[in-house]
């Protein structure tokens, strides 16, 4: 008998990351990860954190570092989810510090990830946003975060959802997700996806325009659009910030 080729489905990773120009000399306050098996994240340090003369990305990358090596201590551990990868992660975390944060796992099936804050996701299927995760805040420009010493399990909102071969996953800090918006990353994956880019590439691509818009005082932007849903009129343009973001494709892997 001829054997039958089955596929499945597997994550192609790459990622960007770009400091926010004034915060290059440390290596901003953004991290990510990406680990075997489908694992990925990003973490968004608090800026605030500067002005007590700390390094407010210590934290961030603290945490991501400590998922890649928890993740990478368990291979094999199917059942492992993203919440206790992050909850090991925070509970060695040595650094003061908080954080944003979002670890994600896609398992051949299903996508899983963990949020705290305004990192997030998108899914975009055949060039639209087919599924994304909705920002935690306490308000404008105020999200929630992890800091030093919390339980991360009482403060994570968790997804599931279904993939499909072809899907594009799109995570970042909010230095993406304020300057771009969804539909215009949704239509730069689409098109780099058409010019057979890698994942790196677009990411690099979709980092370079955040922080393009991100330099602009003039024009529509997603924070500009929220600034002045709560009264800061006359509000235009982008905000410079940190930027990281990971691309990851879904396809298919003959085994």
């Given at each position: 008998m001829v054997p039958v080729a089955s596929s499945m489905l597997v994550l192609a990773s790459g990622a960007a990351i770009l400091p926010h120009p004034s915060k290059a000399a440390t290596g901003g306050e953004d991290a990510y990860f990406i680990a075997c098996d489908g694992w990925f994240g990003v973490a968004d340090g608090v800026g605030q954190w500067s002005f007590e003369g700390i390094n407010a990305g210590l934290y961030a990358r603290e945490l991501m570092d400590g998922c890649k090596k928890f993740i990478m201590e368990n291979q094999g551990a199917a059942d492992l989810k993203p919440e206790q990868v992050l909850s090991k992660a925070a509970d060695e975390a040595h650094s003061p510090g908080s954080s944003t944060v979002l670890v994600a796992h896609f398992d051949g099936q299903f996508l899983?990830?963990?949020?705290?804050?305004?990192?997030?996701?998108?899914?975009?299927?055949?060039?639209?946003?087919?599924?994304?995760?909705?920002?935690?805040?306490?308000?404008?420009?105020?999200?929630?975060?992890?800091?030093?010493?919390?339980?991360?399990?009482?403060?994570?909102?968790?997804?599931?959802?279904?993939?499909?071969?072809?899907?594009?996953?799109?995570?970042?800090?909010?230095?993406?997700?304020?300057?771009?918006?969804?539909?215009?990353?949704?239509?730069?994956?689409?098109?780099?996806?058409?010019?057979?880019?890698?994942?790196?590439?677009?990411?690099?691509?979709?980092?370079?325009?955040?922080?393009?818009?991100?330099?602009?005082?003039?024009?529509?932007?997603?924070?500009?659009?929220?600034?002045?849903?709560?009264?800061?009129?006359?509000?235009?343009?982008?905000?410079?910030?940190?930027?990281?973001?990971?691309?990851?494709?879904?396809?298919?892997?003959?085994?």
């Open positions: 899983n990830a963990s949020n705290i804050g305004d990192s997030g996701f998108l899914v975009i299927r055949n060039g639209e946003v087919y599924q994304k995760s909705k920002p935690m805040v306490y308000g404008f420009n105020f999200p929630l975060q992890i800091e030093k010493g919390d339980n991360p399990l009482k403060l994570v909102q968790n997804y599931t959802i279904e993939l499909e071969d072809g899907d594009v996953i799109v995570t970042a800090s909010d230095g993406l997700f304020d300057n771009v918006y969804e539909q215009e990353v949704a239509t730069m994956v689409s098109k780099s996806l058409q010019a057979d880019l890698k994942p790196t590439e677009i990411a690099e691509h979709l980092a370079a325009k955040a922080q393009e818009v991100g330099r602009s005082a003039a024009g529509s932007t997603p924070f500009s659009d929220a600034a002045l849903a709560v009264g800061y009129l006359g509000f235009s343009g982008g905000k410079l910030d940190d930027i990281a973001v990971v691309v990851s494709i879904v396809r298919k892997s003959e085994i």
